[in-house]
């Protein structure tokens, strides 16, 4: 079975940088795109940034310019560097990995979440 772990979440101060890590486990084929979303208890579920297989990254409105996804296809590992970071990027960072071929067919998957949270 498929598996997404997240790792590099804490506590930082305003202006501070965190670098999150997301490794898709199990028996993996392909992986079309992954991406990071995060979610506060005042907001619904918003996506960030994702990448495709080849690369191609977008990223939301409110974190352009301070994070950057980037992504090792032989590693099946999906990074986000958050820089610059405010108190409202204080939330629960998940991850996913859209269209995952492995021995059961093709799914989504998510990560557990890993809690970021910037002091003023």
């Known amino acids: 079975q498929v598996q997404l772990v997240e790792s590099g979440g804490g506590l930082v101060q305003s202006g501070g940088s965190l670098r999150l890590s997301c490794a898709a486990s199990g028996i993996i084929f392909s992986i079309n795109a992954m991406g990071w979303y995060r979610q506060t208890p005042r907001k619904e579920r918003e996506l960030l940034a994702a990448?495709?297989?080849?690369?191609?990254?977008n990223y939301a409105d409110s974190v352009k310019g301070r994070f950057i996804i980037s992504r090792d296809n032989a590693k099946n590992t999906v990074y986000l560097q958050m820089n610059s970071l405010k108190p409202e990027d204080t939330a629960v960072y998940y991850c996913?990995?859209?269209?995952?071929?492995?021995?059961?067919?093709?799914?989504?998957?998510w990560g557990q979440g890993t809690q970021v949270t910037v002091s003023s």
């Open positions: 990448i495709t297989s080849g690369g191609s990254a």
């Open positions: 996913n990995a859209d269209q995952v071929a492995d021995i059961r067919g093709i799914s989504d998957y």
